[in-house]
């Protein structure tokens, strides 16, 4: 009797158990003629979420991933861009000839009617689309009848497709009617510097149809990069006006504030995190600047992130022990150590041979070198290049006649210099006095007057 009753007592435990519930999707698939040992998959609404997946020998791959709600995601390999939509329980097989991406893509599996649905609306969008300078240079009427034409064409291609939900229908339909608002809110700006007409401003009435957007729709920001960009420049726009009434608080600050009294907690939290993470690198005072952002945010592991860079970047304050770089290869021959040059200003030039703002500044560099040659400050440029580009880098040297100290760092984006100093993006200006002590972890670049001034009152 006694056994019995513990079958049974059993058999009860077991069928009140609940199955777990799938919250991963699974994508697997190939990549034929491949240009690079993997794939990464990058979330679409937040970029820094991403995820490296190797390729084998065959070019197959395969990973699980986890979420916590619908998403739309990019695969990337090398120039190849796949968009997928992953939504719990999915099951997607990719599978593409890197040489011919878009007539080879093949996605297959369950789930896999909104990924193809996208990579059908990419192909008929680049039938349909122009080259970005002709398509602004055209005047308000040809310019609405372009993007009225593209947006009617992808609805038309939505309604069209089968198997695919109302709810991602209502969502989609949405986010084709971003796209066109989105068009129409730059167009101005476009404009003018497509057609050469500086100061160029739209009719009055040319940009109506965005009066009636609502700023505050969560599930439309979570899915719609359109929406989250049209309603980012309504906040800077409010943010804007905020500097202008204030003349004490810095743009960068400004923006926070104006981030940080959105209603909805999903896009204040989103808005505010996506400024912060590189802004607060960047920012002239970072006390008010990290005062703005944790007044506003709720997010806790947002705040921790942000807390720990603030916390890192109080240790680069004026007057602080600068980071030290060690024996980094000189173009003229040996190496450098920023021990080197104590007894001098340094001013240092974070740079690499890709990047278009960098080279843009070289010709004002030149101008500041020749000012104050033989002034008591010396003028160093680390370039960030990947080994692979060191011939490149040394080409530049030549080529652009660059003058000053050439370093090359000993490891690009990962080098300590580079992460001590919290680098985010380039060209990146350091000024470092005598003593080796920091003056400016974001120094003025060679193309602001501000830059002048700062060694004026330095007395260099």
């Not at 193809?116 to 310019?143: C, G």
Request: net charge negative; glycine share 4%.
């Amino acid at each position: 009797m006694k056994k019995l009753w513990l079958l049974v007592a059993t058999i009860a435990i077991v069928s009140c158990q609940k199955e777990a519930p799938i919250e991963y999707a699974i994508i697997s698939g190939k990549v034929l003629n491949a240009n690079s040992d993997k794939v990464t998959l990058y979330n679409q609404y937040d970029y820094s979420d991403k995820k490296d997946i190797a390729l084998n020998e065959d070019g197959t791959f395969t990973d699980t991933i986890s979420l916590d709600w619908n998403h739309m995601y990019m695969l990337r390999e090398s120039r190849n861009a796949t968009n997928l939509y992953l939504s719990k329980g999915d099951n997607l097989t990719i599978d593409y000839d890197s040489k011919k991406h878009d007539s080879t893509l093949v996605i297959s599996g369950n789930g896999n009617e909104v990924s193809n649905y996208f990579a059908n609306k990419a192909k008929k969008s680049k039938e349909l689309s122009e080259d970005i300078p002709v398509l602004y240079a055209k005047d308000e009427a040809a310019f609405k009848e372009s993007i009225s034409k593209a947006r009617d064409a992808k609805q038309k291609n939505l309604d069209e497709t089968a198997n695919l939900s109302d709810d991602f229908k209502a969502l989609e339909a949405n986010n084709i009617k971003y796209e066109y608002l989105s068009a129409l809110s730059i167009y101005e700006l476009y404009h003018g510097y497509f057609a050469k007409k500086k100061d160029f401003k739209a009719s009055e009435n040319f940009a109506d149809e965005l009066n009636s957007m609502s700023y505050d729709n969560e599930g439309d920001f979570k899915y719609s990069s359109s929406y989250r960009n049209l309603v980012q420049g309504h906040y800077r726009k409010e943010a804007s006006e905020l500097a202008k009434k204030d003349s004490t608080i810095a743009s960068d600050v400004a923006t926070l504030k104006a981030y940080g009294a959105i209603q909805s907690e999903t896009i204040k939290n989103n808005l505010l995190y996506g400024a912060a993470q590189y802004g607060i690198t960047y920012t002239e005072d970072l006390e008010a600047y990290y005062a703005a952002f944790s007044a506003g945010s709720t997010d806790e592991k947002n705040n921790e992130k942000i807390t720990k860079s603030y916390n890192a970047l109080k240790l680069l304050g004026k007057g602080n022990t600068s980071p030290k770089f060690t024996n980094y290869e000189n173009y003229a021959g040996g190496t450098t150590s920023l021990d080197d040059l104590k007894g001098k200003y340094v001013y240092i030039d974070v740079w690499a041979t890709w990047c278009g703002p960098c080279k843009a500044e070289i010709p004002f560099l030149k101008k500041v070198e020749k000012k104050y040659h033989g002034k008591d400050i010396e003028f160093v440029s680390i370039s960030i290049d990947k080994k692979k580009d060191h011939q490149a880098w040394k080409d530049m040297i030549v080529d652009k006649k660059l003058g000053g100290i050439q370093l090359f760092a000993d490891s690009d984006w990962e080098s300590k210099f580079v992460e001590d100093y919290m680098i985010k993006g380039i060209p990146r200006f350091i000024l470092i006095d005598p003593s080796g002590n920091i003056v400016t972890s974001n120094a003025p670049r060679p193309s602001d007057a501000k830059l002048i001034t700062l060694f004026d009152e330095l007395k260099i």
